[in-house]
């Protein structure tokens, strides 16, 4: 079993639509990441979050930090095709290596 | 800026032989390496994490012997697919932590394992 579940697992969506993606865990975490990856390619970092309650923006992401710092969610405002891609979550604890969600594979379609 | 390298980027190989795949940190000094696999649609799986100039730590089920990983400096880690098979063929990444920041990993583009 995944220690950090992501869902969806899978979703595609049109242009402009808005969507959000969920990492749950009954673990906490001193810090969440989020990755994107594309085909082919390594993970990119998106975003670090380290405080419960935490929100930070990226353009046209934001994701937040649960207050008791177990979960976290990324929600994406009028998506575009150029977000397509898998998105990871990942938790770190106390300076640890990370673990991995399961991953949500997002397309966006024209 | 953190930029981790690959190489190769793609490797076939017929079964039996053994792949070396380089991982390098080119701005800065890695004292810890990861190396994780990953399958067709599915999300990273930690193989084992490397320190410089000591042994590599590695996962349950991950078989030293088979993927022998070495960290001689700061800036390259290398894992050997040894007596490669078929079903080792997957996606290779690594990523490497800054020292005092293992929180922060940053990824290699990765590399293609396939075995005939």
């Known amino acids: 079993t995944q220690l950090l579940e992501q869902s969806p697992q899978f979703l595609s969506i049109q242009e402009g639509e808005n969507l959000t993606v969920y990492c749950n865990s009954s673990?906490?975490?001193?810090?969440l990441q989020w990755y994107r990856q594309e085909p082919g390619e390594g993970p990119v970092l998106l975003v670090t979050?380290?405080?419960?309650?935490e929100v930070k923006k990226l353009k046209r992401l934001t994701f937040q930090f649960g207050d008791a710092r177990k979960d976290s969610s990324l929600h994406i405002t009028a998506a575009q095709p150029g977000d397509t891609g898998l998105y990871l979550c990942a938790g770190s604890r106390a300076g640890n290596m990370l673990t991995f969600g399961g991953g949500t594979r997002l397309m966006v379609k024209p | 800026g953190a930029v981790v390298s690959q190489h190769p980027s793609w490797v076939i190989c017929k079964s039996g032989t053994s792949v070396k795949i380089e991982c390098r940190s080119l701005?800065?000094?890695?004292?810890?390496m990861f190396w994780y696999r990953q399958f067709p649609k599915q999300s990273l799986m930690l193989m084992a994490t490397s320190n410089e100039g000591s042994k590599a730590t590695y996962e349950q089920g991950v078989e030293k012997d088979k993927f022998l990983i070495n960290h001689a400096s700061l800036t390259l880690s290398t894992l050997t697919v040894t007596s490669a098979h078929p079903e080792d063929s997957s996606f290779y990444i690594c990523?490497?932590?800054?020292?005092?920041?293992?929180?922060?990993?940053?990824f290699g583009p990765g590399t293609r394992l396939l075995v005939l």
């Open positions: 673990s906490v975490f001193s810090s």
């Open positions: 990523s490497a932590a800054k020292p005092g920041g293992l929180e922060t990993q940053y």
């Open positions: 979050v380290v405080t419960g309650g």
């Open positions: 701005d800065f000094q890695a004292t810890t």
